[in-house]
């Protein structure tokens, strides 16, 4: 198995490949020389290579954990560099448009199919990386007509091995949805830490700490993100600002009735979250803080 | 000590008393005999009463932890329920408009110290009150120049001794800054839920269930402290969105270097944060999911 990009993503990938022994090597590929020896010393890969070509040679998979903004280049680099045989997947938070870049090329269409495992740590590089980091966490698979049904169950197969729940998407359906759950929420908890100033945050709860806590990532990926997929987050920003006004509206006019069912029709979403992820139901919420 | 409403806040002062054995009785008070019940059997209390009058006999202290709209009312009451030398203290998360009615009434203001201990859960009841709840915790005091200075001391040492670090600032100060770092945070909370459906929750990750964990909170409570605290939390909501407009336009424009710039700004308060919780400094932030 062969790692495009091996910080936090792809470190965690081949360390459990190599817990599990699932793989007779595994091989990182990165710019860094430095970076690719502390890969290896932190046990994530067998040996790593700044060359894509020498790094993938022999690979039966390869799955490329660089930034959104360069995964479907490494992709179709990738596609070249390999046999029609390897397997090659991604990691990457948005999928349309890395789907038709990688669709628009022939060689990489033929072996490509497209992941996002939903998994992750506002600290990056190799250093923080865990094996155990997609045990029991989803990997969203999103397949098109055009994907081969062969790869896509050695892909399933593969994200599977070392622990993720498989679900299946198309690629549109994942980028709007993903906007709500996981990009816009960062963009969420940065605007918040806006508004704490340093004096304030000796006043901060744990509503605070939880909420704001993304908002230590790395703003150049979030950057590269938020980009790629501009039309669906700013479709949810759209809807969230509106749900924010009847909110105001509400607390403009005082109007506890309107406030207590704005209120109530979130909650249940959210104990909907608590239902599926074994958190159980909470009859009486508290303060919250 | 008696304490006046014994869910998670009151029940978890309880259970700090009488675990340290800092109280010769800990006396509970509420409207429901079943749920004084259930608080002795918890451990909470020593034994309950639903007579203010009865219950507060012989307190040396009464801590108030009934729902923002009804501690004012409670601690006048209690006010007169009991002789000169009983310390009165609150664990109300507003505390202008408490202050304002107490600081109206001779009898509570010659005794009455404002407090807000910043711990708590979205969960509710005496049943889920532990005894190290204020461990380590901030709880923020907010004398005026009308409060005697020996029951401010009293104040001091009584929080302190169930484990709470105390910072002591003005009632004004104090609700136009937890506006930002809690009332204004659970909105947002409630609005990201809003947009998340359930068809969605399965593809959302740590971002958004740590951002939405608040939602799940008593939304009766969360309305009484947005109406108690309307002003402050508005003008939060204000700069908020105006943090939101930025974002936006910057997404829209398609700008990168606005949008890193942004993050950054937001950033460095979330690393005040870390820094000043002993989280240590994140070097180099990674994807934040």
């Known amino acids: 198995v062969a790692i495009v990009g091996v910080g936090l993503i792809g470190g965690s990938v081949g360390q459990a490949l190599r817990a599990k022994q699932l793989a007779k090597e595994v091989v990182g590929i990165g710019r860094s020389t430095a970076k690719l020896d502390e890969a290896v010393a932190l046990g994530a890969i ?10 993938l040679q022999d690979a039966d998979i390869v799955v490329v954990c660089t930034p959104v903004d360069r995964v479907a280049a490494d992709i179709i680099a990738a596609a070249r560099a390999t046999g029609p045989n390897t397997l090659i997947t991604d990691a990457g938070s948005t999928k349309q448009s890395i789907v038709e870049a990688c669709e628009a090329d022939d060689v990489a269409i033929a072996k490509f199919v497209a992941a996002h495992p939903i998994a992750g740590s506002e600290r990056s590089g190799a250093a923080h990386a865990r094996a155990d980091l997609y045990e029991g966490r989803v990997c969203i698979l999103t397949p098109t007509a055009q994907t081969p049904i062969a790869f896509l169950e050695r892909a ?3 994200w599977s091995s070392i622990g993720a729940r498989i679900i299946e998407i198309d690629p549109a359906t994942h980028d709007r949805h993903l906007a709500r759950t ?29 909420m704001s806590r993304v908002a230590g990532a790395d703003g150049s990926l979030w950057v590269k993100i938020f980009l790629e997929n501009r039309g669906a987050v700013i479709q949810a920003l759209s809807d969230y600002n509106q749900t924010l006004r009847s909110f105001e509206s509400a607390l403009v006019a005082g109007d506890a009735e309107l406030l207590r069912n704005w209120w109530e029709s979130a909650r249940v979403n959210r104990l909907a979250y608590d239902l599926q992820n074994g958190l159980g139901s909470v009859p009486s919420g508290g303060s919250g803080e």
């Open 46 to 55: 067998d040996r790593g290579s700044t060359s894509l070509e020498q790094g």
């Open 182 to 210: 996981s990009h816009l929420p960062h963009a969420l908890a940065a605007a918040l830490a806006a508004i704490v100033t340093p004096a304030m945050v000796p006043l901060a709860g744990g509503a605070y700490r939880d």
């Open 156 to 158: 399933k197969a593969f």
